[in-house]
């Protein structure tokens, strides 16, 4: 299967910081990336859809202020936490489809926030 | 109700038997449907894909398909101790929608 990367796969951070974390796709362009939320013992959460050059789609629920995506490349997007909080602590996973192939999930990163 | 929904478990099988773990969907217009199998701390990582009624098979694995019953399940052969996992069911809900909606899991342990 095609290859997505995560970095970093785990960060500690400070309350009210900011936190950029990375998802490429190694080996094939991906017009569409994903960002997902996972708490403990839950379900993925889709926070939101971003497409290459246009602006993210964000689920209900999911502050677009806070959750600031960047999808600038077909190979490259970001997802920045804002002023993280404790309750941001979370893994967070992206995943990456082009038109041509089904969804790759990255390895995940792992928020704490203290 | 639900998009989709699994049964959470534990589901406790001895090493060698057939796991079968099932999962329903809500929506009718639902075109994809993924099996992801993610272990503790991990990202979820593909098993199967199917698209079409009936079965697909894939090594020990086996993706059943039944859209007028909104219904779709996974076997597992010979079920090792490393299958031990959780699995996630997705579909993609709607048409034209590209995100997957994924059921809450299904926590798989294999009894050496």
């Known amino acids: 299967g095609a290859v997505v990367s995560q970095h970093p796969s785990w960060v500690i951070c400070k309350s009210g910081t900011s936190v950029k974390i990375e998802c490429r796709s190694l080996d094939f362009q991906a017009t569409t990336m994903f960002w997902y939320r996972q708490f403990p013992k839950q379900s993925l959460m889709l926070m939101a859809t971003s497409n290459e050059g246009s602006k993210a789609t964000y689920e209900q629920g999911v502050e677009k202020d806070k959750f600031l995506i960047n999808h600038a490349s077909l190979t490259l997007s970001t997802l920045t936490v804002t002023s993280a909080h404790p309750e941001d602590s979370s893994f967070y996973i992206c995943?990456?489809?082009?038109?041509?192939?089904?969804?790759?999930f990255g390895p995940g990163t792992r928020l704490t926030v203290l | 109700q639900k998009e989709v929904e699994q049964n959470s478990g534990p589901l406790s099988v001895p090493e060698g038997a057939i796991a079968s773990l099932n999962c329903t969907y809500s929506?009718?217009?639902?075109?994809?449907f993924f099996w992801y199998r993610q272990y503790s701390g991990k990202s979820p990582e593909l098993i199967m894909s199917i698209y079409s009624n009936g079965d697909k098979e894939d090594g020990r694995f086996t993706a059943q398909l039944n859209k007028a019953s909104q219904y779709v399940s996974l076997l597992i052969r010979d079920s090792q101790p490393s299958d031990s996992a959780t699995y996630l069911c997705?579909?993609?809900?709607?048409?034209?929608?590209?995100?997957?909606?994924f059921g809450s899991g299904t926590r798989l342990q294999v009894q050496p």
């Open positions: 997705a579909v993609n809900v709607g048409t034209g929608r590209r995100a997957l909606t």
């Open positions: 929506d009718r217009v639902s075109q994809s």
């Open positions: 995943s990456a489809r082009s038109d041509e192939t089904e969804q790759f």
